[in-house]
C-alpha cells in the first residue's frame, strides 16, 4: 500500500521567516496530495491540496508543489505568522474509487516571535 | 468549523466495554470515513461509507465496526476495549466518494479514554 513520508518532524523558524515541509509518497498512482493544519484539541484542517495534473498551487501565503516523477511534494509557508504554529500533515490518495487518505507523521511548526 | 459534528467530545471507559462514537456530516456530503489518531500510530484510516453503503477499508480490528444510515450519519462501534484503543476518533465527510479525488472534511473527534 500507500507509503508517505514527511520531513522534518518539528521545525521552529522567526516570525516573517519561510517554513518548508517535505513529503514523499510510494504510490505513483496516488494522485490527490492534500495539507491539514491540526491545533491543539482540533481536528484536522484542510489548507490547501493539489491534484496530480498540476505542478504548483499558491493560496496567499501557502503554496504547494508537486513532483510526479521524484514522487514528492511539498508545503511552502511564507511571511510565517504567530497563528501559524500547529501540527502540519500531509497525505496522499489514489482517488477514483480508493479515496482514503494515507497520512505523514506530522511536523511540529513553531513561529518563533 | 467544518460543518462535520462529533459526539461525545471525550469518552471514558473500562477494558472489555463497548462504545459508540456518532458522526454526522456537512450537509450534503454522501461520504464519510472513519481515522483514528494515536501517538504510536499517526493518523489512520479505518473505514469508508459511502450512501449508506461500505466502500472502503482500512486497518479496522474485527472488534470494530461500523455503519451509515439513511440519514448519511454515521456510527463507529468499538468493543471489548483495549487500553491500547484509547486514541483520538475522527469523522471526516466528503461530497462525491469515487469519483475523483475529493476533498475530506474532519471533525473536532472523540478522544476516547480506555482505562
Known amino acids: 500500500g500507500e507509503n508517505v513520508e514527511q520531513h522534518p518532524s518539528t521545525l521552529s523558524v522567526q516570525e516573517g521567516d519561510s517554513a518548508v515541509i517535505k513529503c514523499t509518497y510510494s504510490d505513483s498512482a496516488s494522485n490527490y496530495f492534500p495539507w491539514y493544519k491540526q491545533e491543539l484539541g482540533k481536528g484536522p484542517q484542510l489548507i490547501i491540496d493539489?491534484?496530480?495534473?498540476?505542478g504548483e498551487k499558491k493560496d496567499q501565503r501557502i503554496a504547494v508543489t508537486l513532483n510526479k516523477t521524484a514522487k514528492h511534494f511539498s508545503l511552502h509557508i511564507t511571511e510565517t505568522q504567530p497563528e501559524d504554529s500547529a501540527v502540519y500533515f500531509c497525505a496522499a490518495s489514489l482517488g477514483f474509487g480508493n479515496e482514503k487518505l494515507t497520512f505523514g507523521t506530522g511536523t511540529r511548526l513553531t513561529i518563533i516571535p | 468549523d467544518s460543518g462535520v459534528t462529533q459526539t461525545p467530545k471525550h469518552l471514558i471507559t473500562a477494558t472489555g466495554q463497548r462504545v459508540t462514537l456518532r458522526c454526522s456530516p456537512r450537509s450534503g456530503d454522501l461520504s464519510v470515513y472513519w481515522y483514528q489518531q494515536s501517538l504510536d500510530q499517526g493518523l489512520q484510516f479505518l473505514i469508508q461509507?459511502?450512501?449508506?453503503?461500505?466502500?472502503a477499508k482500512g486497518n479496522i480490528l474485527e472488534r470494530f465496526s461500523a455503519q451509515q444510515f439513511p440519514d448519511l450519519h454515521s456510527e463507529l462501534n468499538l468493543s471489548s476495549l483495549e487500553l491500547g484503543d484509547s486514541a483520538l476518533y475522527f469523522c471526516?465527510?466528503?461530497?462525491?466518494?469515487?469519483?475523483?479525488?475529493?476533498?475530506?472534511?474532519f471533525g473536532p473527534g472523540t478522544r476516547l479514554t480506555v482505562l
Open positions: 493539489i491534484r496530480s495534473n498540476v
Open positions: 471526516a465527510s466528503s461530497s462525491r466518494g469515487g469519483q475523483g479525488p475529493d476533498t475530506q472534511y
Open positions: 461509507y459511502y450512501n449508506g453503503e461500505e466502500r
